[in-house]
């Protein structure tokens, strides 16, 4: 973002306008509020400042929204295979930290 967006975000959240920006959750949508300078932090690049704001890698917030907000089993099946069934209580995680500890865990059949 160049040096007359930044003066322009600034002017705005001086007359008390203010930002915010919104991302996929399990069933809707989450609102993250931003400052002026967290709006030019934000526009730079959205995942690793949502990444940052939930204290978590960039790698995991994306990985959170695609394993659809769900952490599954890391036991193996008698095959052999990953069980990949989901982990009692979270099937529908809504903030990327409670995922990323969630892993590891697992179902039912492998507690
Ligand atoms: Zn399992």
């Given at each position: 973002m160049d040096i007359h967006a930044a003066e322009v975000i600034k002017d705005l959240a001086s007359k008390d306008i203010g930002f915010y920006a919104s991302h996929d959750i399990p069933g809707g949508q989450a609102t993250v509020h931003l400052t002026a300078q967290q709006v030019l932090e934000y526009a730079a690049d959205p995942v690793s400042y949502l990444a940052a704001h939930y204290g978590v890698s960039r790698e995991d917030y994306l990985e959170w929204h695609q394993s659809g907000y769900r952490v599954v089993c890391c036991g193996f099946t008698k095959?052999?295979?990953?069980?990949?069934a989901t982990v009692p209580s979270l099937?529908?995680?809504?903030d990327p930290k409670t995922w990323v500890q969630g892993q590891g865990g697992r179902c039912t059949t492998h507690g």
């Open positions: 095959a052999g295979k990953p069980c990949k099937s529908f995680v809504g």
